[in-house]
């Protein structure tokens, strides 16, 4: 009998206990135990873990969230953190590790392989930035509750002849944004892979407004930045952002987490104070936020999260190690986990180019 560990790091996202769920069923094939470890790295380092048994994981496919918590946690902060993540990978009897994360977390297990450690990755995050995967879980239930929200705005929007613009997330990609935009028939799409001009944006919602459409629907990736020419230094004073040295981002707090990130969001206040400014028409924010992260998961991520989680027991099976399960086409694949955080997969330019023939 193997005894194999799970943990689940980083933000978390729908799919993660349809993950969880399949390790453990996939597992108890194998007749191997599998030790839930708690908020993420947080847990290897306390010696936080607990037996998932069948009955722990009966009925959670469809609920959000992780039962074994989650934790922005970065053991190689400390180095007496990793000794400790080693020494009770040992006292806990843990064969195998599966690490269900995104570029963070994912990069801590693949440093702790690369010290010995077997451990295979599942990649999750509703930024559907990992690099080698079509695409990660959460991202579908991500934009799914994006789009419903700008069909939403849209009937708001249009009875009070306003500008809405919705923020939503993404961090540095902006994925949720442009696939949300398409399906939602956004008026406009900023995303941090094309810096955007103010004065386009407004040239396009005007073109709108010739036509006798006296309402937009403006979706902005949290991440998105306006050029340097065409920006003034933006203070967001009682909005609760703030701009940060890095370039024009738009931030919640000077604060960076354990893995060096800022905390971004406000954006779309800026761009709100902007075309009102400029377009002289009444305009409002949504700021989606966690929404996007909360509840149930598509039948898409769930079949997902469920495929990646038997491929990954397979891999520790086949003792095929350093790997992460990704989606390339309608296969399941392993690559290596180097190659998953080596660099952010930012939006496909054809797929932008599709949403631009909507604009304005
Ligand atoms: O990576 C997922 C994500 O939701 C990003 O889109 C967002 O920038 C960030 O996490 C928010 O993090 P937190 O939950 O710590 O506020």
């Given amino acids: 009998m193997k005894k194999i560990g799970i ?49 722990s994981v009966s009925g959670i496919l469809p609920k959000g969230g992780t039962i074994i918590g989650t934790s922005r946690t970065n053991p190689f902060n400390n180095e007496g953190d990793v000794q400790k993540v080693i020494d009770n990978i040992k006292k806990f009897g843990i064969a195998a590790l599966v690490v269900v994360g995104g570029d963070d977390t994912l990069g801590v297990a693949k440093n702790l392989y690369e010290k010995g450690i077997p451990t295979v990755g599942i990649p999750k995050t509703i930024d559907n930035d990992l690099s080698g995967t079509d695409y990660t879980f959460g991202f579908d239930t991500a934009v799914s509750i994006a789009t419903e929200a700008i069909d939403r705005l849209h009937t708001t929007a249009e009875s009070h002849h306003r500008v809405i613009v919705v923020e939503v997330m993404g961090r540095h990609a902006g994925w949720i944004a442009t696939m949300a935009g398409i399906a939602g028939g956004a008026d406009e799409i900023l995303i941090p892979e094309v810096p955007f001009d103010i004065e386009e944006v407004c040239k396009n919602l005007r073109k709108r407004y010739s036509r006798g459409k006296k309402f937009s629907i403006v979706a902005v990736a949290e991440g998105a930045q306006p050029k340097e020419e065409t920006s003034e230094k933006h203070n967001n004073e009682g909005d609760g952002a703030n701009n940060t040295n890095e370039g024009q981002l738009v931030t919640q707090t000077d604060e960076t987490d354990a893995f060096g990130h800022v905390r971004l969001g406000g954006i779309g206040h800026y761009l709100t104070k902007e075309l009102e400014k400029r377009m002289d028409v009444e ?33 520790i099976k086949n003792e095929n190690f350093g790997k992460m399960v990704a989606l390339q086409g309608n296969k399941i694949v392993p690559i290596e986990l180097e190659e998953a955080v080596s660099k952010s997969k930012t939006v496909d330019m054809d797929l932008y180019d599709i949403a631009k023939i909507f604009f304005g």
Avoid at 15 to 20: D, P, T
Avoid at 23 to 28: A, E, L, M
Avoid at 285 to 309: K, M, S
């Fill in 7 to 55: 943990l689940t790091g980083g933000g978390d996202c729908p799919g993660l206990n349809a993950v969880i769920r399949a390790v453990v069923k996939k597992s108890r094939r194998y007749n191997w135990d599998v030790i839930g470890i708690k908020n993420g790295w947080k847990g290897l380092i306390n010696g936080e873990m607990e037996l998932l048994s069948d009955y």
């Fill in 283 to 315: 305009t409002r924010v949504t700021i989606l936020g966690h929404v996007q992260r909360g509840g149930t998961p598509t039948a898409h991520d769930r079949i997902l999260a469920t495929r990646f989680g038997v491929a990954a027991v397979e891999l």
